[in-house]
């Protein structure tokens, strides 16, 4: 069965440096997708990057980046320069079957990032 | 440009109540998808649509109904509410794009 892992419920990190939020996967379908979104405390889910199986690549989208590591089935988010407002909690999901149209996606639990001045 | 817009934001019904949640994409987008966010928990997937005219079960659909009035409406019906139903309720939309965009979400609390 699909499923998503992330191990820490929080963090925290001074601003103005770089954190690193895991999350690794497991899946026996070797189309994949994997998404990090982020939700503020407002409530609402913000998308943040998005990563296909098959990218050469590592995903960035400006001070986020996912660290994608096929072989150990991780894919984490690294932020860099955190900003007080990146306080939030972060998502990892993982998209079910191929690309394009409709995507049933299966979240892990979340990990809330507090950003300290 | 709206995005994906939910009604209503708040509400409270009691036990054996019945609602329905409204959803409306402007993005023309073809699949549109229901959740619930639980405390302390990921998101999970009650019901989705692929495309207008059908709709599928998803994770964890007991207790609700769907309906997918057009290709830019999506309902979710709860005939008769639990207090296990108790949570946030985020519509999203996808077209040919990977990715989901979301709702504000939908707190809905059942005494």
């Known amino acids: 069965a699909q499923k998503i892992t992330q191990t820490q419920p929080g963090m925290f990190v001074q601003e103005k440096e770089a954190v690193t939020l895991d999350c690794t996967y497991d899946t026996s379908d070797p189309s994949y997708g994997l998404f990090w979104y982020k939700q503020p405390s407002s409530g609402e889910m913000i998308f943040l990057i998005y990563?296909?199986?098959?990218?050469?690549q590592n995903a960035t989208e400006g001070r986020y980046s996912l660290n994608f590591q096929k072989a150990r089935k991780s894919a984490n988010l690294v932020i860099s320069a955190s900003q007080l407002g990146d306080s939030a909690m972060y998502f990892c999901?993982?998209?079910?079957?191929?690309?394009?149209?409709?995507?049933?996606?299966?979240f892990g639990a979340g990990t809330r990032l507090a950003v300290h001045p | 440009n709206a995005g994906v817009t939910q009604t209503p934001k708040f509400q409270v019904l009691k036990t054996g109540q019945s609602m329905t949640l409204q959803c409306a994409q402007d993005m023309n987008h073809n699949s549109m998808y229901w959740y619930r966010q639980d405390p302390g928990m990921g998101l999970r997937l009650i019901y989705y649509s692929a495309s207008e005219g059908t709709t599928d079960k998803g994770e964890v659909p007991n207790g609700y109904n769907v309906s997918r009035l057009n290709k830019r409406e999506f309902s979710l019906r709860l005939e008769s509410a639990a207090p296990s139903q108790t949570s946030v309720y985020f519509c999203?939309?996808?077209?040919?794009?990977?990715?989901?965009?979301f709702g504000p979400g939908t707190r809905l609390t059942v005494l």
């Open positions: 999901a993982m998209r079910e079957g191929g690309a394009g149209g409709y995507n049933k996606l299966i």
């Open positions: 990563q296909g199986s098959y990218d050469q």
């Open positions: 999203a939309s996808s077209g040919t794009s990977n990715t989901q965009y």
